[in-house]
């Protein structure tokens, strides 16, 4: 923005000393002159607009450049996520507009009725003018009807129940993971969550501790997890892929350490991999017999479910954790390396964590982590 400048097309009124000020103005008793602003006045103007306008013209680069990230909320791929998307430019474009009035009042009433070298004593002011205090009560009235009834009408159409025939998916919040079930389907996971691209997805969520919040940017917005509450999010991923999401509410030590994957993926993917999932899992051999027997003969029992073999529920069900693809919600990928570093000290990994460090040995953690990676 240029700084202040001169005034070249009235050089006298330019340079308004306090002495120039309180000077009595040779011609006090002229009018006070309402003519078109100076040009150079214009000229700055227009040269603050032009730069408002290129601020603003970055924008959608800003956007685009938001797309590489992957929690972004700016590129929705689901149809409740693109009536939030769509409220939200509706509102900007409303905010942008008040913005662009308001300033540009300003400007013009501090430009038009700046003090002038032949001006005396305070300004007139112009009082009891009927159809301005109507005006600026109604036009208030008329800016809240237009974000209001966007508003108000998306609320009702992504809180209304979820259409017929949607996958049921209940969602249990853990210190520090995600629990996913499948009702319809007998199939229970953690922290990944599939869905079939084109089917509404339908969710009952719920915390086992304190107050999480679900959210996956890239397809909904957030809902949160209460306790003794069961808070309800439905939506319709309509792009098969990847999208991160994690908890959106400070739920502890390891709050940042809650993240989750949605896999969004074709029907016949998503059947693929339900049938999977109600397999029992393979009969363990050679290593993993060893890694089986320790498992059940350990702790882990008591925290985990592995179908056939344990029932806990504190901890993730790990009947078919080697297939996913990350570890403790997110913080490790599924390696054998990163199983074994897990199962060595748990809490050195993620901070809080409710499972123990298990002082397990070295062959133990070698067998349990062929057992784990073995059951796909
Ligand atoms: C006191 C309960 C408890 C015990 C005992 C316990 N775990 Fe865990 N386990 C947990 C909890 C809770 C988590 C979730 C950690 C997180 O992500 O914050 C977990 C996570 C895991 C994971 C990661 C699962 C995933 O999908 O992210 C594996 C693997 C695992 N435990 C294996 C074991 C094995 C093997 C044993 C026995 C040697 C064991 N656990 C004993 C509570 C327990
Ligand atoms: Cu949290």
Same mark, same amino acid.
């Given at each position: 923005m240029p700084g202040p400048r001169p005034l070249p097309a009235t050089p006298p009124t330019s340079r308004r000393t306090p002495a120039a000020a309180s000077a009595p103005p040779?011609? #006090? #008793?002229?009018?006070r002159s309402a003519g078109p602003a100076p040009r150079a006045t214009l000229g700055a103007l227009r040269a603050a607009a032009l730069a408002a306008v290129a601020a603003l013209a970055g924008l959608p680069g800003a956007a685009r450049a938001a797309a590489? $990230?992957?929690?972004? @909320?700016? $590129?929705?791929?689901?149809e409740v996520g693109g009536l939030i998307q769509s409220l939200l430019n509706n509102l900007l474009f409303w905010v942008f507009l008040i913005f662009v009035v308001v300033e540009t009042l300003l400007v013009v009433a501090m430009v038009r009725f700046r003090r002038r070298r032949e001006s005396t004593g305070p300004p007139e002011g112009a009082h009891g003018h009927t159809g301005l205090e109507v005006a600026w009560s109604l036009a208030p009235v008329a800016i809240l009807a237009c974000i209001a009834v966007p508003t108000v009408g998306t609320i009702f159409r992504i809180g209304?129940?979820?259409?017929?025939g949607a996958l049921q998916v209940n969602v249990v919040g853990h210190q520090w993971w995600w629990e996913f079930q499948y009702p319809q389907l007998g199939v229970v996971t953690a922290n990944e969550l599939h869905l079939p691209v084109g089917r509404a997805a339908s969710f009952r969520l719920q915390t086992a501790d304190v107050i999480h919040s679900f959210w996956l940017p890239g397809l909904s917005g957030k809902r949160d997890v209460v306790p003794a509450r069961t808070n309800q999010l439905w939506f319709t991923p309509d792009r098969a892929g990847t999208y991160r999401g994690q908890c #959106? *509410?400070?739920?502890? *030590?390891?709050h940042a350490n809650m993240r989750m994957l949605a896999v969004v993926e074709t029907p016949q993917e998503f059947d693929a991999w339900v049938r999977d999932q109600r397999q029992p899992g393979p009969p363990p051999a050679a290593l993993a017999a060893r890694g089986a027997q320790v498992f059940s003969q350990s702790a882990c029992i008591g925290c985990h479910t592995i179908q056939g073999v344990s029932a806990g529920?504190?901890?993730?069900?790990?009947?078919?954790?080697?297939?996913?693809?990350?570890l403790a919600a997110g913080v490790l990928p599924n390696t054998p390396e990163s199983l074994g570093r897990w199962l060595q000290d748990p809490p050195a990994t993620k901070?809080? @964590?409710?499972?123990?460090?298990?002082?397990?040995?070295r062959d133990q953690i070698q067998a349990l982590v062929a057992y784990l990676e073995s059951r796909k």
């Open positions: 040779p011609d #006090a #008793a002229a009018p590489t $990230y992957p929690q972004s @909320t700016f $590129y929705p791929h689901s209304g129940p979820a259409p017929p #959106a *509410e400070f739920c502890g *030590e390891s529920v504190l901890g993730p069900n790990l009947t078919h954790v080697g297939s996913r693809s990350t901070p809080g @964590t409710l499972m123990p460090n298990l002082n397990l040995g």
